[in-house]
């Protein structure tokens, strides 16, 4: 056995070992995730491997309003957003692959220096790298490391870290998050039509600690080999991530409904418009039952989440 041949083989072990997914319908990354998983901008859907090792994708959208976990700001300076995201993916056997991503999400009111303008809100950017196992045609598994700044998981890191009179302030040099994900899912159809769940667990160690999760139940049914149609909802919640003195409570974080109707409008280009609902869970409307009856100068904003919003947008996506 060369040291090739060696280098593949640990490194499939060790995904077989730790996996837990990334994989969805059409071979869907889920990377936070958001998961994009409440507004389902960013599908990426990464060819079936052939004779290239490598696939990848990159993709461009716009959302009327910025979500993530579940939660999305009051503040209207995170509506209007611009998401843009460049996946890879390296079979090394038929089972195993190493995976790869950034994304930016840039909200039009900010600059793009990362700027929060007049705005409480920073633009996020995220990256993820990690190992992917497919076990059957049903059940694809991966495990992965997230990188993420900015944001909602930046801002829930160091909300209110340090106050004065004019509000909240953020402290830049803490603004991010490092986390471990392990994803799972589960295909109940081996055909284009039928049911789907993805189970989404990551462990956040700096510079919070703590777990957050995100779970979907989904049905796809291809209305033409050119058009199918999403409907998924999902459920954000947390445990041990928010301390006592934070404005957010642990448990149900956000809901939501969502609906896509990806176009695959050339061999490798596929357009995603989709319309998502978003619920307050009972641990995002802490935040602002605590900031309404919060008394203290820097309070002046009462309400951080928005209680429920709808969101519409549209993504395109080049596969090679």
Not at 54 to 80: E, H, I, P
Not at 221 to 242: D, I, R
Not at 245 to 258: E, P
């Amino acid at each position: 056995m060369n040291y090739y041949s060696l280098a593949k083989t640990l490194i499939c072990t060790a995904i077989v070992t730790g996996g837990t997914a990334y994989a969805g319908t059409n071979a869907t990354i889920v990377t936070y995730q958001s998961p994009q998983p409440v507004s389902k901008l960013l599908v990426p859907v990464i060819p079936k491997a052939g004779t290239n090792p490598f696939q990848g994708s990159v993709s461009v959208g716009y959302a009327t309003k910025y979500t993530s976990r579940g939660l999305a700001f009051k503040d209207s300076g995170s509506d209007n957003v611009i998401p843009v995201e460049l996946l890879g993916k390296y079979q090394i056997n038929d089972k195993c692959a190493a995976i790869a991503g950034i994304k930016y999400v840039w909200m039009t009111a900010n600059r793009f220096d990362h700027g929060r303008a007049n705005t409480g809100v920073t633009d996020e950017g995220s990256a993820f790298i990690g190992g992917e196992h497919k076990w059957n045609d049903k059940l694809t598994t991966s495990l992965y490391y997230s990188f993420v700044n900015g944001g909602i998981p930046g801002s829930l890191n160091d909300y209110g870290a340090r106050k004065d009179s004019s509000g909240f302030i953020f402290n830049s040099s803490k603004l991010e998050e490092h986390s471990v994900v392990a994803n799972i899912h589960y295909d109940f159809d081996k055909a284009e039509n039928g049911w789907f769940v993805n189970s989404n667990v990551r462990y956040t160690f700096r510079w919070m600690s703590g777990w957050w999760f995100a779970n979907t139940l989904g049905y796809q049914y291809e209305m033409t080999p050119q058009m199918s149609l999403v409907v998924s909802g999902t459920w954000n919640a947390t445990a041990g991530y928010f301390a006592g003195s934070s404005l957010n409570a642990n448990g149900t974080q956000g809901i939501s409904l969502d609906v896509a109707l990806p176009l695959k409008t050339t061999q490798n280009v596929t357009v995603r418009p989709f319309v998502s609902a978003l619920w307050l869970g009972n641990g995002g409307m802490a935040a602002n039952h605590r900031g309404a009856t919060e008394r203290k100068p820097y309070h002046k904003v009462t309400q951080v989440y928005r209680n429920f919003t709808p969101v519409f947008g549209v993504n395109v996506m080049y596969s090679f």
